[in-house]
């Protein structure tokens, strides 16, 4: 939690960023990260997204030096840090859990960093001030942290780690612990903090949501695998592979068979007779050498349609036409802007479908619809076995 005094006033050499090298890390029988590269440029907001056990916390943990890696160099400013305790490290993490000593005061608590590194008692007295200020808390200096909410800890935690000065700044779902609405004013308060300091961020997080509303930009993991990085709106609109479509904002997935591939455009059709048309003819995921494959005739796809991108009409004659369905609407539900409807098409197809509120009576259940989209609304996928990015050695 502490860092030293040397590392405090460095100052920057523009090559302060951080560079995770060829790392991976082996527990045992079991692989957490396969060997993986990834370069946090300076001063951004970088989420490491996953689904539990995708190996995100273990990445911080070696970063952090609470874990060495098996294999491979990580590199601030251009030096290797693996072989640096923790302390030695110009990083702080900030916990899920606040782990703030209990006996001793708010100041005391956020100052033992600076004591331990032997920082002079006028300096440490005005960083604290400061820290205090930053986190809109200079109130609270004399109370002990079970006088404080949750929140209030929370932001205690965030002034004992920036104290410090850290070059990065690693945060491991610090906000799993709050209710909704305090995460959503932490979550603001981060990026405000991120906004005024020159600090970069490595934040962990399963929620989805949580990294699109901070991020410059997401890495999304899976099976300690790297499946894509770029930013939110990227990621989101252009989805590498299967995985990250599904895991990124809800998502329609359609099972259907290639049945022709002319001019450019593919046409897919369902078990249920729906016609789909794309006018990529590659196959996501890339292959393990990074080579996008054409669709071929035949080929068992996974189509993906946002439901924003679905069209709601109360259905008028049969519809033969491609990108478009008949359906019953099973339920919907008033999200504030926008209505949300369970579409059944043909047996069992279950289609979500967003549209906007504004202006609109929603349509009963039992009514039957025509649901439609653009071609460019349609991402395909291999099925499912082909849907994450390879580990290595795999196809
Ligand atoms: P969560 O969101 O649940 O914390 P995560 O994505 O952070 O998950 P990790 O905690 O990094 O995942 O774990 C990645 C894999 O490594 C998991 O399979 C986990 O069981 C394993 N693992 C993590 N730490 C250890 C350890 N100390 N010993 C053995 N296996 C471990």
Redesign the pocket.
Known sequence: MTTTAATETTPSTGLDHLEIRGVKKV??E?T?IERLDLTVHKGEFLSLL??????????L?MIAGF?APTDGEILLAGKDIVSLPPHRRPVNTVFQSYLLFPHMNIADNIAYGLKQAKVPKPEIAQRVREVLALVQMEDFAGRRPEQLSGGQQQRIALARALVNRPQVLLLD?PMSALDRKLREEMQLELKRLHTKLDTTFVF?T?DQDEALAMSDRIVV?YD?VIQQIGGGEDIYANPHNGFVAGFIGKQNFITAEVTSTDSGIARMRTANSTVLEAPSLDLRPATAAGQPRQLQVGDRVRAAIRPERMRVARATADTTAANSARGTVMSYSFLGDVIQYMIVVGDNDEILARVPAAGTQPLAAGTEVELSWEADAVDVFGSETGDVGPREGGA
């Open positions: 527990f045992g079991n957490a996953g689904p539990s056990g995708c190996g995100k916390t273990t990445l943990r874990e779902e962990v399963h993991m300690g």
